[in-house]
């Protein structure tokens, strides 16, 4: 519903101009004249010789004048109208709304992530069950129910990013989200281990969107400045998300109540719930995806086919532009600072998810925990991931203010000293080795006995 209400906001926009246009030619039949000095003779020789006066000009690009339209020179040397903003403040481009519905749109795209990354990890919650069920193996159903969730993330992730460059963010977060839902069904109906591991495997696939689209939603709406706080605040689900799985599950399989597939009930619920959020709240964020909404609008009010967005005015192919879009991310895959982080990532994901197998052998048989209270021990996980950027983000955030102030910053974050980003994993990373060994080192039967 607001995606279908931002559309119709753009027509009115362009509506609105051409009105202001046309009551201009009315009241002055003269050569309307631009206002932001894009015609004059540097520019007229630069749109060609055959245009030697503001007269003629005006009859060959009557719609020139217009704010954000320019007269620019296509891949095969045709003029055309090139679509942009109105002004650097247009309230159509996302990092222009106000801060409250930026905050809101950020909001659900934590809850698209939580819903995701929760799933990802619920079935170890009821791993026990499931595996009787079937009739394997505890680490057979492992495999079934989160590490083939998993592989479909990396590979969903490959798709889903350069999908959300070509054809918006909402489309994507809608589609998949909804495709997501109907493979969760599957794994909840699934019959035996086979049908659960494609079901599953699907499902993550399918749920990649959400984390690997997130971080454009992001910079969409937000500035290099505001980036300090955002992106640690969606980073928060991401990795709070899969702690929170066996919580939410944690006494499915115990009390008998209700069957083990619950666990895929629940979340199919929470699924359905973000559906109806995404539908009726969730805006588009991508620029050049606005932008050639504008140039449709453009085109359909005034017949001139001329009016083209940046992306519309390149003129490659359908194949061209798959080519371009989902070759990039192993394009990127080779930069040596992508390779690193994403190393490093990796781990951090290996030792998060690690646990859901990890702290059931600790809780339950080293501890004598019941199999639910151990799963309710991911909460103390979860304050772990959440009181991490309270304390750090506010002290990097003033780092950054500084730093920002220092060097003369237009208060867009242009100026922002790329370095600052990796304070968080400077610190970070030597912690997860130090929590490492104290979690190692307090794992034995002897440290129960004697801390009693």
């Given at each position: 519903?607001?995606?279908?209400?931002?559309y119709?906001?753009?027509?009115?926009?362009?509506?609105?101009?051409?009105?202001?246009?046309?009551?201009?030619?009315?009241?002055?039949?003269?050569?309307?004249?631009?206002?932001?000095?894009?015609t004059?003779?540097?520019?007229?020789?630069?749109?060609?010789?055959?245009?030697?006066?503001?007269?003629?000009y005006?009859?060959?690009?009557?719609?020139?004048?217009l704010?954000?339209?320019?007269i620019?020179t296509?891949?095969?040397?045709?003029?055309?109208?090139?679509?942009?903003w109105?002004?650097?403040?247009?309230?159509q481009n996302?990092?222009?709304w106000?801060m409250?519905?930026r905050?809101?749109?950020?909001?659900m795209l934590?809850?698209?992530?939580?819903?995701?990354?929760a799933s990802?990890?619920?079935d170890?919650?009821?791993?026990?069950?499931?595996?009787?069920?079937f009739?394997?193996?505890?680490?057979?159903?492992?495999?079934?129910?989160t590490?083939?969730?998993?592989a479909?993330f990396?590979?969903?992730?490959?798709l889903?990013?350069?999908a959300?460059?070509?054809?918006?963010?909402?489309?994507?977060?809608l589609?998949?989200l909804?495709?997501?839902?109907?493979?969760?069904?599957g794994a909840a109906?699934?019959?035996?281990?086979?049908?659960?591991i494609?079901?599953?495997?699907?499902?993550?696939l399918?749920?990649?969107a959400?984390?690997?689209?997130?971080?454009?939603s992001?910079?969409?709406?937000?500035n290099g400045?505001?980036?300090?706080?955002?992106f640690?605040?969606?980073?928060?689900?991401?990795f709070?998300?899969?702690?929170?799985g066996?919580?939410?599950?944690?006494?499915?399989g115990?009390?008998?109540?209700?069957?083990w597939r619950?666990?895929?009930?629940i979340?199919?619920?929470?699924?359905?719930?973000v559906?109806?959020?995404?539908?009726?709240?969730?805006k588009?964020?991508?620029?050049?995806q606005l932008?050639?909404?504008?140039a449709?609008h453009f085109?359909?009010?005034t017949?001139?086919?001329?009016f083209l967005?940046?992306?519309?005015?390149q003129?490659?192919s359908?194949?061209?532009?798959?080519k371009?879009?989902f070759?990039?991310p192993?394009?990127?895959a080779?930069?040596?600072?992508v390779?690193l982080?994403?190393?490093?990532?990796?781990v951090?994901?290996?030792v998060?998810?690690?646990?859901?197998?990890?702290?059931r052998?600790?809780?339950?048989?080293t501890?004598?925990?019941?199999q639910?209270?151990?799963?309710?021990?991911f909460?103390?996980?979860?304050?772990?991931?959440?009181?991490?950027?309270?304390?750090?983000v506010p002290w990097?955030?003033?780092?950054?203010?500084?730093?920002?102030?220092?060097?003369g910053?237009?208060?867009?974050g242009s100026?922002?000293?790329?370095?600052?980003?990796?304070?968080?994993?400077?610190f970070?990373?030597p912690?997860?080795?130090?929590?490492?060994?104290?979690?190692?080192w307090?794992?034995?039967v002897?440290?129960?006995?004697?801390?009693?």
């Open positions: 519903m607001a995606f279908y209400l931002q119709r906001s753009l027509r009115k926009q362009v509506q609105q101009q051409l009105d202001e246009l046309r009551d201009q030619e009315k009241g002055s039949r003269g050569s309307p004249s631009r206002t932001d000095g894009a004059t003779e540097s520019t007229r020789e630069e749109l060609g010789r055959d245009i030697a006066s503001d007269d003629e005006a009859q060959k690009f009557p719609y020139g004048v704010d954000g339209i320019t620019a296509d891949h095969q040397g045709q003029r055309y109208y090139q679509v942009g109105e002004s650097a403040s247009d309230p996302a990092r222009n106000p409250s519905e905050i809101g749109a950020l909001c934590v809850a698209l992530a939580f819903i995701v990354t990802s990890s619920i170890a919650a009821i791993e026990r069950q499931a595996a009787q069920a009739g394997v193996s505890d680490v057979t159903e492992a495999l079934g129910g590490a083939m969730f998993l479909g990396g590979v969903g992730a490959l889903a990013s350069p959300s460059e070509l054809v918006g963010r909402f489309p994507v977060y589609a998949t909804v495709v997501f839902g109907c493979f969760l069904v109906l699934a019959p035996n281990i086979g049908a659960q494609v079901f599953r495997f699907l499902a993550g399918s749920g990649a959400p984390l690997t689209c997130a971080g454009g992001i910079n969409d709406m937000f400045r505001e980036k300090t706080w955002a640690p605040s969606f980073a928060l689900v991401g709070g998300g899969p702690v929170l066996p919580v939410i599950g944690s006494y499915i115990v009390t008998g109540v209700l069957s619950w666990s895929e009930w979340m199919l619920i929470g699924v359905g719930l559906i109806v959020l995404i539908f009726a709240a969730k588009e964020t991508l620029g050049p932008l050639r909404y504008k449709r085109r359909e009010l017949g001139d086919k001329r967005s940046p992306a519309d005015a003129g490659h359908f194949a061209t532009v798959l371009t879009n070759s990039r192993f394009i990127l080779l930069e040596p600072i390779l982080f994403t190393l490093y990532l990796t951090v994901y290996i998060l998810f690690t646990f859901l197998d990890g702290y052998f600790i809780f339950e048989e501890y004598g925990i019941n639910g209270l151990s799963n309710l021990c909460l103390g996980l979860f304050i772990g991931v959440a009181s991490t950027p309270i304390v750090t990097v955030y003033r780092i950054t203010k500084h730093q920002l102030a220092r060097d910053d237009d208060g867009t100026q922002l000293n790329q370095e600052t980003r990796v304070i968080f994993a400077m970070g990373a912690l997860i080795s130090i929590g490492l060994f104290w979690m190692g307090t794992d034995y002897s440290f129960v006995v004697v801390g009693s």
